[in-house]
Nanobody, 114 residues
Framework: QVQVVESGGGLVQPGGSLRLSCAASGFTFRSYAMSWYRQAPVKKRELVVTFTSTGRMTDSADSVKGRFTVSRDNAKNTISLQMNSVTPEDTAVYYC???????WGQGTQVTVSS
């Protein structure tokens, strides 16, 4: 059973930073790519970034390039999203997923507001 659980969301001021984490289980973590998605009110879920099994960050959205980075810890079966220089447009529920299996977590809310 493939499972992912997101955490780390919360309220942050514009220009600030936040680090989201995703704990995974039920599969060989190091063998599969993982992705972060987000969904804001009245908008479709969009891809934020993908981190491959070989340690490469790919398919990042233009709006987050240069601001968001991903780290992957295969030993701990976790992947993190470091969000820097956040803006109100980053407000959304953030989801972690394993594209190969279509597994999704419950999401974690990020709110950027002063």
């Amino acid at each position: 059973q493939v499972q992912v659980v997101e955490s780390g969301g919360g309220l942050v001021q514009p220009g600030g930073s936040l680090r989201l984490s995703c704990a995974a289980s039920g599969f060989t973590f190091r063998s599969y790519a993982m992705s972060w998605y987000r969904q804001a009110p009245v908008k479709k879920r969009e891809l934020v970034v993908t981190f491959t099994s070989t340690g490469r960050m790919t398919d990042s959205a233009d709006s987050v390039k240069g601001r968001f980075t991903v780290s992957r810890d295969n030993a701990k079966n976790t992947i993190s999203l470091q969000m820097n220089s956040v803006t109100p447009e980053d407000t959304a529920v953030y989801y972690c997923t394993v594209p190969r299996f279509g597994a999704w977590g419950q999401g974690t809310q990020v709110t950027v507001s002063s």
